[in-house]
Nanobody, 115 residues
Framework: QVQVLEFGGGTVQPGGSLRLSCVVF????????MGWYRQAPGKVRELVAG???????RYGDSVSGRFHISRDNAKNLVELQMNALEPEDTAVYYC?????????WGQGTQVTVSS
């Protein structure tokens, strides 16, 4: 059974940095697109960043230039380096991994940016 597990998250002061990691277990195949969405209280889920098998990336407008996504295909691992964090980045961050024509999702990890 394919499982998507997220690591990292926590509380950081404005201007600080955090790194999120996500690993896919239970699959010997390379994942298709991987990435992160987030959802803040009272808001819809929005794209943070995505990365294709070949390494093409896309970012949400609000994080472009501050966040960086990378992946290790051999490990089915995707990471999100978040810099210059703002209170508006506070949300639950969800990792997704595409396989077999559908996205599998992690349980989410909380990121809180607060002084």
């Amino acid at each position: 059974q394919v499982q998507v597990l997220e690591f990292g998250g926590g509380t950081v002061q404005p201007g600080g940095s955090l790194r999120l990691s996500c690993v896919v277990f239970g699959s010997a195949s390379m994942m298709d697109g991987m990435g992160w969405y987030r959802q803040a209280p009272g808001k819809v889920r929005e794209l943070v960043a995505g990365i294709s098998r070949g390494g093409m990336t896309r970012y949400g407008d609000s994080v472009s230039g501050r966040f960086h996504i990378s992946r290790d295909n051999a490990k089915n691992l995707v990471e999100l380096q978040m810099n210059a964090l703002e209170p508006e980045d506070t949300a639950v961050y969800y990792c997704y991994a595409g396989t077999g024509g559908e996205n599998r999702w992690g349980q989410g990890t909380q990121v809180t940016v607060s002084s």
